[in-house]
């Protein structure tokens, strides 16, 4: 054997298995009915209040988020996904980011489009975002996020209507561990003065700060209020307020906002330490928290962020809004609910030739009429007995089982099984349906209608179905769904 005979006899080598990027995850099918519940769950309640869907890039020129958000914050310091772009013709390079948050990308599209020019906007996003930080439970490097963005909206009655949102959404998804604090940061100008008194406090504290809180003092100082290291609970605690800085105005916007929360009924508490950590929030910041995701326990964070538009390069507009960690929510789901399967409404078992043919006209009948059908399809080891076929109905979730043999081709019928128990209740049976009366007797089951599953006899497609001399292809009806 030559040198090149015995290479070409070797086994190629088997190429390493690839993983997805650390902190980037699959949503495999067993999860898509809880994300899908969740996005038409917000989809709905954006509708309700007369919000209307913007989506914007994934990649954006990262100083949209350096100006937005701000320098000094952990998210571009540390966490963004940023590099430069190709050089054009003329050797220039873009630096591009991969966006970390949305809101910046939403007020750079309404400046971008004059959207405000025809006045105020109500506005809804949904989709990934991208920090490079440490994954843990509730936190990964690719996450996604539901928000909200009113824009153009000056009173407190906006504020509270996005916090009623939530609320609202929270509900619709049956969660009762969530709770609300709210707070107001004021005014630029009213926080500047807050700032230097704060600064002069924890400097004269100097010794008992943290590396983190040293490293923030005298560029974002508000961010130490927020701190989660225990032996600075104290000192934090008894460090000015920003509620002895506020003026006139601020007070009567948030004394507005806490108003029209009592006015709903929705409870809330009025956490002084509370301050978000983006540059561009002003007055009233607010968030949803849960006790039953451990560290990560805020799954909604927002508020009032007026200064954002004049500081991304547009003409200066009121703005409130919030984000929703969707990856948070779905856990909080999990943990409090029980799991749904996936489900439809009928599974199509079938056996031969000429009732495999009929079971994909019958399914194309059903669909057409609203039905969800999984029709039973073969696999590498084939199209399998009834008796298995029926093991995968069970399994699917299906309310009812429609099974087609030679018997029903023969006879122009079906027979329906129900599934442990029918959506009506009743316990489960089998009876034979004419095939142009198949689509409305499941329809109107479906609906509860007692009537739909009435007394006709029993009939069981014969085991040796596979068998049989199939009939001539003629005679094969096709039903007629009305």
């Given amino acids: 054997m030559s040198q090149s005979d015995d290479a070409r006899s070797r086994p190629l080598d088997k190429p390493a ?23 038409e769950a917000a989809a709905s309640v954006a509708r309700a209040y007369g919000y209307r869907r913007i989506r914007t890039p994934i990649v954006e020129q990262a100083s949209l988020f350096s100006r937005g958000i701000g320098q000094v914050t952990d998210i571009v310091e540390k966490e963004m996904y940023a590099w430069d772009d190709k050089a054009d013709k003329d ?6 980011a991969l966006r970390p948050e949305s809101t910046a990308s939403v007020v750079r599209a309404a400046i971008e489009h004059n959207l405000l020019y025809d006045g105020p906007q109500r506005l809804w996003y949904s989709g990934p975002m991208f920090r490079r930080e440490r994954p843990q439970r509730g936190r990964t490097r690719q996450f996604h996020q539901f928000g909200i963005e009113a824009m153009g909206f000056a009173g407190p009655d906006v504020d509270a209507e996005v916090i009623l949102m939530a609320k609202r959404l929270f509900d619709d998804l049956g969660l009762d561990d969530v709770r609300l604090e709210i707070n107001s940061i004021g005014q630029p100008a009213e926080r500047a003065l807050h700032r230097v008194a704060l600064i002069d406090y924890l400097a004269a504290h100097d010794a008992a700060l943290d ?6 003092l005298h560029s974002n100082p508000l961010r130490i209020l927020d701190t989660k290291n225990p032996a600075l609970q104290a000192l934090v605690e008894a460090a000015p307020r920003i509620e002895a800085y506020l003026g006139d105005e601020s007070r009567a916007h948030f004394e507005g906002v806490r108003a029209r929360l009592v006015d709903a009924g929705v409870p809330f508490r009025v956490n002084p330490r509370l301050v978000r950590g983006l540059d561009y929030y002003n007055l ?35 703005a409130c809004g919030f984000a929703i960690g969707i990856e948070r929510i779905l856990e909080l789901i999990r943990t409090s609910q029980p799991a749904a399967g996936a489900a ?13 043919r009929l079971a994909m006209r019958v399914a194309e009948g059903l669909r057409t009429v609203g039905l969800d059908v999984v029709l039973h399809c073969a696999t590498g080891s084939g199209i399998g007995s009834f008796k ?37 209740g009743r316990d489960a049976d089998q009876r034979r349906v004419a095939l142009d009366d198949l689509a409305v007797m499941l329809v109107d089951a479906l609906v509860e209608d007692e009537d739909a599953f009435d007394d006709d006899a029993d009939a069981t497609p014969s085991d040796d179905a596979a068998d049989a001399t199939p009939p001539d292809d003629e005679s094969i009806a096709v039903p007629s769904m009305h």
């Fill in 91 to 96: 050797g220039r390079r873009e630096q591009l």
């Fill in 388 to 424: 298995s076929q029926m093991k995968r109905a069970d399994a699917s979730g299906a309310a009812f089982a429609v099974i087609l043999g030679d018997d029903e081709v023969a006879s122009n019928q079906a027979t329906v099984k129900t599934l442990a128990r029918d959506p009506a």
């Fill in 17 to 39: 298995a690839l993983r997805a990027v650390k902190g980037m995850n699959d949503v495999l099918p067993d999860d898509a009915p809880l994300w899908e519940r969740f996005e």
């Fill in 211 to 216: 590396d983190d809180a040293r490293r923030r």
């Fill in 344 to 356: 439809c409404d009928v599974y199509l078992v079938h056996q031969g030739e000429p009732a495999a």
């Fill in 284 to 318: 009233t910041v607010f968030e949803w928290i849960t006790d039953s995701l451990g560290a990560q326990g805020t799954v909604c964070g927002g508020g009032r962020y007026d200064p954002l538009v004049a500081m991304l390069g547009g003409k200066a507009a009121p």
